[in-house]
């Protein structure tokens, strides 16, 4: 056998002011191909976990190129098509092919194109034909369109946010791929729209539970491949934005679309219940205050690099300072001038720095102090699970009593190894600021007495029913009650 594999990702806020350029994915990684390490990032474990199977299977594996930019806006359109087209490239000089396994995102925007992925992999079906195997690990916060799904074989979406199981969904998606190329199996793809914008976090209830459940429906019914729930990325304005469910059975179609109907019907009854409380910064002081344990987190979770803002919000910091908190850690915002200023004063300087706010309305005002600075890092890192999250060059620096991390890369704060690569060690903190959603929490809640989650300013466009969109669907919850029209049949349980 021969198969083909590549990777090309990102997410994007179609309302954040920040443009990815090729650069952007030079910053976070471009691998030419066979040059991939052996750590994989968010999106590319298709390409590692592959090298593990061809090897025990004696078949050979064409890497093309793998790229991945961290979340940000519009991604510029010669990046897209160069990117894209290397890759067709490569794998036209591949041919023949048994079959082509990609890693992806699922919501990549690109100036010119609302749907990439669904590009990519039409031109991918053009060059193998028709009974070639298709297929790709996505990202559930993704857009399922119809295009794409017409053009793969089946997709295998993270179960889990946080995005902990990537490498397990990977796997996953290799091993129904070896049994269909070598007869064992007949996958067939069903996909029901839920006709819903929320948020998923497999942290918490309910979706704990639900996401178990998918887990042992596949493991007791040899007919049920894999079961997929796409979350959907509410800040991506796109035609078919929203929350589907997959089904991918082995030769069963009608088996399919009755489990993705019923899974995805049972999402829309809880909808609403399944987000994390939410606070705002003067609460989320006052209960991190209260507790005597540290360290507490707050997470800002709506300034998210993650979700493709700046990560440069001082909303949370500038409260802090008003109200003369210390022993604060916080990491990190997003200024790549102000860290070549502290670069340039060197470790030990106390310099007059402006730093934060720049990127965009409703991130707070810039910070204005004397501060000092306590270190400076070339080409930092953190951890992410079993990757490496680079942050770029970063300056740790202290004002009034609270340390604060500055990047000049945009990534959240997946783990707290970004405040040891600056030394600062987290556990002797009462307080740290963070900023993810809800990536974070799979590392930071082995250390947190208390985890608060904040709603900070407005970076991002988390209010669905609210948000002006402009080429979204308008018959989905929330902008709609019930877009479904259940109510009148009785079997709305929301």
């Not at 049994?179 to 929320?198: A, N, Q, W, Y």
């Amino acid at each position: 056998m021969r198969l083909f594999t590549a990777a090309l990702a990102t997410e994007t806020n179609t309302f954040a002011p920040i443009c990815i350029d090729r650069r952007a994915f030079e910053a976070s990684l471009y691998a030419a191909p066979g040059e991939h390490p052996e750590t994989p990032t968010l999106c590319t474990a298709p390409i590692t976990v592959g090298r593990k199977v061809c090897a025990e299977k004696g078949w050979t594996l064409i890497e093309g190129t793998a790229a991945w930019a961290d979340p940000a806006g519009l991604v510029n359109r010669q990046a897209y098509e160069s990117l894209r087209d290397e890759i067709l490239d490569q794998l036209r000089a591949a041919m023949p092919v048994d079959g082509v396994v990609m890693g992806l995102h699922g919501a990549m925007v690109a100036d010119g194109y609302l749907d990439p992925e669904g590009d990519l992999l039409t031109r991918i079906r053009a060059i193998v034909g028709p009974d070639v195997l298709v297929c790709a690990e996505i990202d559930p916060h993704s857009h399922l369109t119809a295009k794409r799904v017409a053009a793969v074989d089946f997709f295998v979406v993270f179960k889990e946010f946080p995005h902990t199981d990537f490498v397990a969904r990977a796997e996953d998606l290799w091993r129904i791929a070896v049994d269909t190329l070598e007869g064992r199996v007949k996958p067939v793809m069903s996909v029901f729209d839920c006709r819903m914008i929320d948020v998923f976090p497999t942290s918490r209830e309910p979706m704990r539970s639900f996401v178990d459940r998918l887990m042992r429906m596949e493991a007791d019914d040899p007919e049920i491949l894999s079961l997929s729930v796409i979350h959907g990325f509410m800040a991506g304005d796109v035609p078919e934005m929203g929350t589907k469910t997959i089904a991918i059975t082995d030769g069963q179609l009608e088996k399919g679309e009755r489990l993705a109907r019923d899974l995805g019907l049972e999402l829309f009854s809880r909808r609403g219940t399944f987000m994390m409380p939410q606070i705002d910064e003067g609460e989320a002081i006052d209960r991190a205050l209260a507790n005597p344990r540290g360290p507490v987190v707050i997470a800002d979770m709506w300034d998210n690099p993650g979700g493709g803002t700046a990560g440069d919000a001082t909303v949370i910091l500038a409260a802090l300072l008003a109200r003369g908190v210390e022993n604060v850690a916080l990491g990190m915002i997003w200024d790549p001038i102000a860290v070549q200023i502290c670069l340039a004063a060197g470790t030990g300087a106390e310099i007059p720095l402006r730093f934060g706010a720049k990127s965009a309305p409703g991130t707070g005002s810039p910070i204005d102090g004397l501060v000092t600075v306590r270190r400076v890092v070339r080409n930092a890192e953190m951890r992410f699970g079993e990757s490496v999250a680079p942050f770029g060059d970063a300056a740790h620096i202290h004002l009034d009593g609270i340390d604060i991390i500055l990047s000049s890369v945009r990534v959240q704060s997946y783990d707290p190894s970004l405040f040891t690569a600056l030394g600062i060690d987290p556990t002797t903190k009462h307080l740290l600021v963070i900023k993810s959603t809800n990536h974070f929490y799979a590392a930071f809640s082995k250390i947190a007495s208390e985890i608060l989650y904040c709603s900070a300013g407005s970076p991002y466009p988390n209010d669905p029913a609210n948000t002006p969109y402009r080429r979204a669907p308008r018959a989905i919850w929330p902008i709609v009650e019930d877009p479904h029209g259940l109510a009148p049949l009785g079997l709305d349980a929301g």
